[in-house]
């Protein structure tokens, strides 16, 4: 885990995956209903999507990690696609 993320120290990631998680989801406009626990793994799934991709084409090494900046678009990307599986919900009526 820690050639994507940078750190061996689980205090540390989940701490960051808060922190890009929050930004994230301040970023992406709509209204997205997910609570704490999601929040910071949208931020840690974030930043390994950043850095796998980065490290696929080439732009970082393996061992470095993304950076804040790539973990960040990382988990936009993340908030985007899980908005086109999730589709909009349908307002109905309830039956009689």
Do not use: N
Not at 25 to 40: A, E, H, N, Q, V
Not at 69 to 88: S, T
Request: hydrophobic fraction near 55%; glycine fraction near 16%.
């Amino acid at each position: 885990m820690e050639s994507l993320l940078g750190s061996t120290s689980w205090l540390y990631i989940i701490f960051i995956g808060l922190i890009v998680g929050v930004l994230a989801r301040l970023l992406k406009p709509g209204k997205d209903s997910m609570g704490f626990f999601l929040t910071i793994l949208l931020g840690i799934g974030g930043a390994a999507l950043a850095s796998w991709a980065g490290q696929s084409l080439g732009w970082y090494e393996p061992g470095e990690a993304a950076g804040f900046f790539g973990a960040l678009i990382g988990a936009v990307v993340v908030l985007f696609v899980a908005g086109l599986f999730r589709g909009k919900k349908r307002h109905t009526l309830p039956p009689r």
